[in-house]
Structure formats: structure tokens, C-alpha cells
């Protein structure tokens, strides 16, 4: 049977998303890898891999005001790049989300729940505003320009492409990773999940020993 022209263009879609997801976890693993096996370097090497995975932005949350991470810094940053349109991955990953905040009860105040659009042309503020309503009042949803969204990702080390499909809203949709990134309060990187890798239970109590750890050892 000939496929259609959506099913090739879904299928391609997914293949560039299992090449940049198998990427950034290579980069990741071999960055734990080298952590493990390798000597504490001399001053003037400096550390590359995971440590490149930082939480730096400057954007706009939903309610209109400018933000950067220094606005969130001292918290745990639950961080997830996607966009209002997206069909399935982001409103799974979000309720997902949603549920381990729940999970984490009290303990939730320590950290930053925060959405990223990739799509900042049409998830304006008001926009923004409105869908993360609808999965939880602290979850943070974060716009801003073409160039700051992209320095974010970059940052980030997470990847995103428009890809043109003339059945969906206004003719394309964004192909993007399927990352939640947990940041630690100095706005290094810890950690990064996927939302069918385990219960939000077990994610939650996963995040609450990262923080016991962090405030043992402060």
C-alpha cells in the first residue's frame, strides 16, 4: 500500500526526533561516563557535557513580565520545551508534570515548573496564559522572540524545527524532544526525564531525594 503524503511527513518527523533524542543521551551518558572514570582535572581544563546543559534565558512568562533564570534561581527547575499546538507529546508531558507537583505536595514549592514554547509566533502571552491553566496554577509557561527562545534551546542543548504540513494549523507544526530537564537551584543541570520512563509518583520522589541531597550538602 502507497503511503500518504501526512504519513511520510509524520514519519520523517519522528525520525528526526529519535536522531536528536539519541544524540543529547549519548552526550549525556558519556558525560556520566567521563565523570566516573575520569581524575579531577587540573584548573585549567574546563568540564564539557552535561555541564553544558544549562538553565540561561531571558523570556517572558505568562502573565507578561520579563523573566530570566535568576528569577528562578534557589528553586528546582522542572523545565520542558513544547508548544500549544502540539497534539500529544506536550499535553501528556505537561499533565504528567502536573501530577508529580501533586506528588510532591508541600515540597512543590521548591520547585519551578516551567514550559518553554518552541512555536513563540503563535503561543503569545495570552495564549500561553490560557493553556497552562489548564494543567496546574503553578506551572510557568515561557515566550519571547524567535532569538530568545532559540538561545534557550541552545542552551539548553534541546532541539526543535518547524516542519510544514498543510493539514495542521496554520500549515506547520514543530517537531521537538521530549525532555523534562530537572535543574538544580544554581541552574546546573541534574538530571533529564521522559514521561512514560516511570509513575509521576516515582518521578516525584526521585526530584525529593535530589533536594535532600542538595541540602545536605549545604
Request: glycine share 6%.
Amino acid at each position: 500500500m502507497t503511503e500518504d503524503p501526512r504519513s511520510r511527513r509524520l514519519k520523517s518527523i519522528q525520525l528526526a526526533i529519535w536522531a536528536g533524542s539519541a544524540a543529547i543521551l549519548m552526550a549525556v551518558a558519556g558525560a556520566l561516563v567521563w565523570r566516573a572514570t575520569t581524575p579531577d582535572p587540573a584548573p585549567q581544563v574546563a568540564f564539557v557535557g552535561e555541564a553544558d546543559i544549562r538553565s540561561e534565558f531571558t523570556l517572558t512568562d505568562h502573565t507578561g513580565r520579563a523573566v530570566t533564570d535568576a528569577d528562578y534561581a534557589g528553586d528546582w527547575q522542572l523545565v520542558f520545551f513544547g508548544f500549544t499546538n502540539c497534539p500529544d507529546i506536550c499535553p501528556t508531558t505537561l499533565a504528567y508534570m502536573a501530577s508529580v507537583l501533586d506528588e510532591l505536595g508541600p515540597r512543590a514549592e521548591d520547585v519551578a515548573p516551567l514550559f518553554i514554547t518552541v512555536d513563540p509566533a503563535r503561543d503569545t502571552v495570552p495564549v500561553m496564559a490560557e493553556y497552562v491553566a489548564a494543567f496546574h496554577p503553578r506551572l510557568v509557561g515561557l515566550t519571547g522572540t524567535e532569538a530568545q527562545v532559540a538561545e534557550a534551546a541552545e542552551n539548553f542543548r534541546t532541539w526543535y524545527e518547524r516542519v510544514e504540513d498543510e493539514t495542521a494549523p496554520d500549515g506547520y507544526m514543530m517537531a521537538h524532544q521530549g525532555y523534562m530537564y530537572l535543574m538544580r537551584p544554581d541552574g546546573g543541570f541534574e538530571a533529564v526525564f521522559q514521561e512514560q520512563e516511570q509513575p509521576p509518583e516515582e518521578l516525584a520522589e526521585t526530584i525529593l531525594g535530589h533536594i535532600e541531597d542538595e541540602k545536605g550538602a549545604t
